[in-house]
């Protein structure tokens, strides 16, 4: 597997909480990104990083923020977390012109 | 705006039968197509695939891809029940590294 971590695995918060995860990789990719997975929405991009300190929006990034101040580590912030920000997140690493690795998910639950 | 369809939604099989998935995709600047398989954790790349024409084959999944047509299809012969799963299809455009999903194909192959 490639070396991809995500904390925590699991997670319950209150709305209105602020949430951070983790994602570390081992491999040095350069790329990283964060995903939301739903039912029926399939994977849809939040954020992506092309460098350390260099980072873009995806599709659905409203009520996200990201860091990555190191290679490997690519933090998802959610400032203020809403019900509808309940969802499996997944973290993805890639070097560029290759597949993209996944790590295996952190279910928040936002009650 | 980028976009990638699959279809079908589902499929529900028998164990010896042979499926086609379908993945239709209108990405600017398009760099490559992939394909993935996620049973319940992250998912787990099977092909990507570049030019039109070329099969791509691993064991009993191959793939190919017609850019003129904009579209791939991914087949199983002879599925088992391990094959059960959510099969899922990826573009990228040139210059970004960015990795956009169809909503998915949940696929169950019955004994």
């Known amino acids: 597997d490639a070396g991809i971590t995500q904390s925590p695995r699991h997670k319950v918060t209150e709305t209105g909480t602020p949430v951070t995860l983790r994602c570390h990789q081992t491999e040095n990719h350069r790329y990283m990104y964060w995903y939301r997975q739903d039912p029926g929405h399939g994977l849809r991009l939040i954020h992506y990083s092309y460098g350390v300190k260099d980072t873009d929006k995806g599709e659905v990034s409203d009520g996200y923020s990201v860091s990555r101040s190191k290679t490997e580590d690519f933090l998802l912030t959610l400032e203020s977390a809403t019900s509808s920000q309940t969802s499996v997140y997944f973290c993805?690493?890639?070097?560029?012109?290759?597949?993209?690795?996944f790590g295996q998910g952190t279910r928040l639950t936002v009650v | 705006e980028d976009k990638v369809v699959q279809s079908p939604l589902s499929l529900v099989v028998h164990e010896g039968d042979t499926v086609t998935l379908n993945c239709s995709y209108e990405v600017t600047n398009f760099r490559s197509l992939l394909w993935y398989k996620q049973e319940k954790k992250a998912p787990t790349f099977l092909f990507m695939l570049t030019s039109s024409g070329i099969e791509k084959k691993s064991g009993r999944l191959s793939s190919i891809l017609d850019k003129k047509e904009l579209f791939s299809i991914l087949n199983i012969t002879a599925t088992q029940t391990g094959d059960s799963a959510i099969y899922l299809c990826a573009v990228s455009r040139s210059g970004t590294y960015k990795y956009i999903f169809g909503t998915g194909t949940r696929l169950k192959v019955l004994a």
């Open positions: 993805a690493i890639n070097q560029g012109g290759t597949e993209a690795f």
